[in-house]
């Protein structure tokens, strides 16, 4: 029997009213497993609703209150790392390690939650004019929402909600409708951890429900995270709501390496970013830029290491990567490298028609490894975020061809510089244009207390997610000028004067 997936609203599951459903499938055998509902404009209003009434007094709750409660969340989390990473690799199709370190990524962001009491302490200055006080506080918005992608089911949702709901907000998330079985999984685990009905909503489904979520009047800011177009129209739409937008986009990430590198270990961080979760991964290395002669040792490297990697079922502890999402996603990775050699690139690994021998497993969406060399930057493999495991390498004579050919890409998520020399690779995080830089490190994701987030295209608004950022997103400050005058004064009289 097909399993269904519904809504989460004021504290339970609510069955879909619209009539409308997706399919939700394992990308290991292609069978359609689950039926997810799409909400109508009705239901995402009851999401909505039903977060505002939990706003009137969550909002009011005590700080010790919150973070009792997000403690008690991390501790199930914990618990329940395993059956969550296993909803993950059912429907996303990744392997089970990488979905478990999805899930402690996320993790990372409940622990910076619940210490939320010393980001959101205030500022006072006291004695700032004769007994005048000013003190700075931030409180939270209210009914915020955020929409997510399917790369990353668990983590994503977790870069949001936790801080939100820690600022005292409620919260609407709008899950991919790929893999929306770990959603609901973190509302079962948060109820059960003690927050209040209403204070985290998840509402399944298209652009129906997005849209509806972008023009409410009582939603306050909206955090999205997915491709650059729908960034780009998410935070146009709710900025002309009247919204606070966050939008992170795609990504084309590209790592330098230099011809003093140590080119071993740029080849295994090079194999590691690029096919890492079939190259599904908006930190994914995409694009090597292989400066002076380094180049064909490099290439031969990354090709000896890319061509032992275990293909398979995401459920299986042998497989290293597992199928693409959807047949869609598959065949159009395919495209890029079946076109690439009349687009002037070295296909060096062609694993556009593979396919994993098993049975039962021959309608997965599988694809091979592709390696592709002496990549023009015309070629749409560059141009284009592919977002499977094709690895596109680039050569440059020098570091400064390098890097004007990185800063000249749309976009600008993360890179990252191979080097030995200190000097080389302090020059290139001051002139690299892109959020997040490595220093010998492929996937500079950074930790939970700094923020994340790219630059050009890869982000519209002017908060990063998490960290500081994300405090800053779900509250807004507020300055308090207070004059106790002594008893003793003599009234201070009428003074039309602007004050100075
Ligand atoms: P997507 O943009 O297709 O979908 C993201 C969300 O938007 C989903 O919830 C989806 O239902 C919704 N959506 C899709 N089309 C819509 C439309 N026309 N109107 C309104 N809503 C719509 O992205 P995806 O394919 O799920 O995820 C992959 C993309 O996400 C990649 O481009 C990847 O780089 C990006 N990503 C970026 C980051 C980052 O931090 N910058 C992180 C993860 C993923």
């Known amino acids: 029997m097909t399993k269904i997936v519904n809504h989460w609203i004021g504290g339970k599951t609510v069955e879909g009213a619209s009539g409308t459903h997706g399919p939700v499938t394992n990308p290991a055998t292609g069978a359609v497993t689950t039926k997810v509902a799409f909400a109508s404009v009705d239901e995402v209003d009851a999401a909505v609703a039903a977060a505002k009434e939990a706003y009137a007094t969550w909002g009011q709750s005590s700080l010790a209150q919150r973070t009792s409660i997000l403690f008690k969340f991390r501790a199930l989390l914990d618990a329940n790392r395993d059956a969550i990473a296993e909803l993950i690799t059912a429907e996303h199709g990744k392997v089970h390690s990488d979905a478990l370190g999805e899930v402690a990524r996320g993790l990372e962001i409940v622990d910076l939650a619940c210490g939320i009491s010393v980001q959101l302490k205030g500022e006072l200055s006291t004695q700032v004019a004769s007994r005048v006080d000013v003190s700075s506080i931030r409180q939270p918005l209210g009914v915020v929402a955020g929409i997510t992608p ?30 929306p079985s770990a959603s609901l999984k973190i509302a079962e685990l948060l109820a059960e951890a003690g927050l209040p009905d209403g204070v985290f909503n998840v509402v399944h489904g298209d652009k129906v429900a997005v849209d509806r979520l972008l023009e409410h009047p009582d939603v306050k800011a909206v955090s999205f995270v997915g491709s650059t177009p729908i960034a780009r129209y998410i935070h146009t739409t709710a900025s002309a709501n009247g919204k606070r937008v966050q939008a992170l986009g795609g990504a084309k990430n590209h790592m330098l390496v230099l011809p003093d590198a140590d080119l071993d270990a740029a080849a295994d961080a090079a194999v590691s970013a690029a096919y890492g979760s079939a190259g599904e991964r908006c930190m994914a290395i995409s694009a090597v830029v292989a400066v002076g002669s380094i180049g064909d040792e490099l290439v031969e490297k990354i090709r000896e290491r890319a061509e032992k990697i275990k293909i398979g079922p995401g459920d299986d502890p042998a497989s290293e990567m ?76 020098t570091y400064e061809e390098a890097l004007e050919l990185i800063n000249a890409s749309p976009f600008g998520n993360g890179t990252a510089i191979f080097t030995r020399d200190g000097g080389a690779a302090r020059r290139f995080q001051l002139e690299v244009e892109a959020g997040m830089v490595g220093v010998n490190v492929p996937i500079p994701v950074p930790v939970g207390y700094h923020s994340f987030g790219g630059w050009k295209d890869s982000l519209f608004g002017d908060h990063h997610i998490y960290g500081n950022d994300g405090t800053h997103f779900y509250t807004r400050g507020k300055v308090v000028t207070t004059r106790w005058p002594d008893p003793a004064d003599a009234p201070a009289g009428v003074d039309l004067g602007f004050p100075r």
């Open 150 to 179: 399917f790369n990353f089911p668990a983590m994503v949702p977790m870069w949001m909600f936790p801080i939100a709901i820690a600022c005292g907000n409620t919260f609407v998330l709008k899950p991919s409708e790929k893999d």
């Open 322 to 397: 597992g199928p693409l999402i959807t047949r869609v996603h598959r065949d159009k990775v395919a495209s890029y490298v079946e076109g690439a050699a009349a687009e002037g690139c070295e296909v060096v690994l062609d694993g556009s028609a593979y396919t994993y021998e098993g049975a039962g497993f021959e309608d997965g969406h599988w694809i091979g490894i592709s390696l592709l060399d002496k990549v023009p930057t015309s070629a749409k493999a560059y141009q284009d975020e592919i977002f499977g495991p094709v690895l596109t390498v680039l050569r440059t004579e």
